[in-house]
């Protein structure tokens, strides 16, 4: 069974920093392009980060370019996300996602339970 | 950016109602469109991909359809279960883009 499991959110002062984790198993980790995804109280989900199955090649929305890095361990299983210079706008649900390859595209099919990250002074 | 809007933003329905949501993409995407199922305080759910692939374990009363910019989500007879929040999610390009939401609700 595939599972994927975030933790390292909590509240942070603006400005402050914040590494994400997420732990993936069920599957072969390296195999798959993983993704940040992330979600305000109330609003829509939003693509944050993505980054390839071996790392080579990592990708950012433009709200988070330059303060947040993306990055995997695949020894480890684990995907990461460190934020820093963290704003009010940060503030949501953060998700991990697998990316499943089909009909040419590529979709969030397995979703973990998402880590809370809180910026307020 | 490519902009998804959906329609409507809330919908009321009963157990058994036949239940259309519609999203439209800011330019075309060919196939490459997700819907997504989510309930209160849950991660969402990916149902259809490529426009009207059924995921697998996904109940066969969903359905998709649509090409280029406008797409259609369909529930042919709505269940207890199937009251949440649906989103259309493009997969053509970066960076990824969802639309508003529509808000399943019991009438």
């Known amino acids: 069974e595939v599972q994927l499991v975030e933790s390292g959110g909590g509240l942070v002062r603006p400005g402050g920093s914040l590494r994400l984790s997420c732990v993936a198993s069920?599957?072969?980790?390296?195999?798959?392009?993983m993704h940040w995804v992330r979600q305000a109280p109330g609003k829509g989900p939003e693509y944050v980060s993505a980054?390839?199955?071996?790392?080579?090649?990592?990708f950012y929305a433009s709200s988070v370019t330059g303060r947040f890095t993306i990055s995997r361990d695949n020894s480890k299983n684990t995907l990461y996300l460190q934020m820093g210079s963290l704003r009010l706008e940060d503030m949501a649900v953060y998700y991990c996602a697998r990316i499943l390859y089909e009909s040419g595209g590529s979709y969030y099919d397995h979703w973990g339970q998402g880590t809370l990250v809180t910026v307020s002074s | 950016d490519i902009q998804m809007t959906q329609s409507p933003s809330s919908v009321s329905a009963s157990v058994g109602d036949r239940v259309t949501i519609t999203c439209r993409a800011s330019q075309g995407i060919s196939s490459w469109l997700a819907w997504f199922q989510q309930k209160p305080g849950k991660a969402p759910k990916l149902l259809i991909y490529a426009a009207s692939t059924l995921q697998s374990g996904v109940p066969s009363r969903f359905s998709g359809s649509g090409s280029g910019t406008d797409f259609t989500l369909t529930i042919s007879s709505l269940q207890p279960e199937d009251f949440a929040t649906y989103y259309c999610q493009q997969a053509n390009s970066f960076p990824r883009t969802f639309g508003g939401g529509t808000k399943v609700e019991i009438k």
């Open positions: 980054i390839t199955g071996n790392g080579d090649y990592t």
């Open positions: 069920g599957f072969t980790f390296s195999s798959y392009a």
